[in-house]
């Protein structure tokens, strides 16, 4: 073992590492699968609220970016833990980042406000007591209830592993 390695190891003022340098770690993790894969695109980095928003854009349509998306954003969600991963291995920490690709996450909010102001309207006017929305991912679900508090309605989770959804109703 080198002595820079015992020594990050026994240090424990390095082991936390700062958002930007995560960021840092990520990007260039990014960069380097585009990189491999023969992939044009640019990186953008944000953060927010002490949450590192990563995007990789292209000035026009890229359908290689459009793969790497995959059926539904399974691809992007995988690509997204890697990154975690791969600044786990450096730092030691979970990083909280979320990794966007051609605008995929801004798009699929935009679907998923519409999909909760809908069911907001349906428990609203009476049509149903309850609406149970399909199945989503945990980023995809905040977003659902975020938009159905900010109405003024109630929402939970409910369902297991990958069959968890989001419920709206008017009361809890």
């Known amino acids: 073992m080198s002595e820079e390695t015992m020594s990050t190891e026994d240090d424990e003022t390095t082991a936390p590492s700062s958002v930007d340098e995560e960021s840092d770690l990520a990007a260039d993790y990014v960069e380097e699968l585009l990189d491999i894969a023969d992939i044009d695109g640019d990186i953008d980095i944000e953060i927010r609220n002490g949450r590192i928003y990563l995007s990789v854009l292209a000035d026009q349509q890229n359908e290689r970016l459009q793969d790497?998306?995959?059926?539904?954003?399974?691809?992007?969600?995988?690509?997204?833990?890697?990154?975690?991963?791969?600044?786990?291995?450096?730092?030691?920490?979970?990083?909280?980042?979320?990794?966007?690709?051609?605008?995929?996450?801004?798009?699929?909010?935009k679907e998923l406000t519409a999909l909760a102001e809908e069911a907001i309207e349906r428990v609203?006017?009476?049509?149903?007591?309850?609406?149970?929305?399909?199945?989503?991912?945990?980023?995809?679900?905040?977003?659902?209830?975020?938009?159905?508090?900010?109405?003024?309605?109630?929402?939970?989770?409910?369902?297991?592993s990958s069959r968890r959804h989001v419920v709206v109703s008017a009361e809890a």
């Open 124 to 160: 609203k006017s009476g049509e149903e007591e309850a609406v149970h929305l399909k199945p989503m991912s945990a980023y995809e679900r905040k977003i659902v209830h975020d938009v159905i508090a900010d109405a003024g309605l109630v929402s939970e989770s409910e369902g297991e």
């Open 68 to 109: 790497l998306i995959g059926h539904k954003g399974k691809g992007l969600e995988a690509l997204q833990e890697l990154v975690r991963l791969a600044v786990l291995s450096s730092t030691g920490n979970r990083s909280r980042l979320i990794l966007d690709i051609a605008g995929y996450r801004d798009e699929r909010a």
